[in-house]
């Protein structure tokens, strides 16, 4: 199993990034899947999370409004729309495959990693 991320780089406040996963090796459509980011000297936290058929989401509060999760069957594929970005936004993001059909915030609920992809936001 191999989970791709990239999108990541250097993007002003204010700012806009879209996070793409290349999963291969397991197809997303039969699980959640969810990103996670840890900022320098922080544990690993929540962002987003999508249930396997899409109809449920859930972010982390100091991201809702802001940051939008999705998903592409056919190019079994996982995304994050981050708009609004700003410094405390600014940490490696994950992309994870849930071991179920529900998402969660727990990493523990989830079984296959990408190797992230780094964000910062500055001037």
């Known amino acids: 199993v191999q989970l791709q991320a990239s999108g990541g780089g250097l993007v002003q406040p204010g700012g806009s990034l879209r996070l793409s996963c290349a999963a291969s090796?397991?197809?997303?459509?039969?699980?959640?899947i969810g990103w996670f980011r840890q900022a320098p000297g922080k544990e690993r936290e929540g962002v987003a999370c999508i249930s396997d058929s899409a109809t449920l989401t859930s972010y982390g509060e100091s991201v809702k409004g802001r940051f939008t999760i999705s998903r592409a069957y056919a190019q079994n594929t996982m995304y994050l729309e981050m708009n609004s970005l700003s410094p405390e936004d600014t940490a490696v993001y994950y992309c994870?495959?849930?071991?179920?059909?529900?998402?969660?915030?727990?990493?523990?609920?989830?079984?296959?990693w990408g190797r992230g992809t780094l964000v910062t936001v500055s001037s």
């Open positions: 994870a495959v849930a071991r179920s059909a529900s998402g969660s915030s727990d990493a523990g609920r989830y079984a296959y």
């Open positions: 090796g397991v197809t997303l459509e039969d699980s959640a």
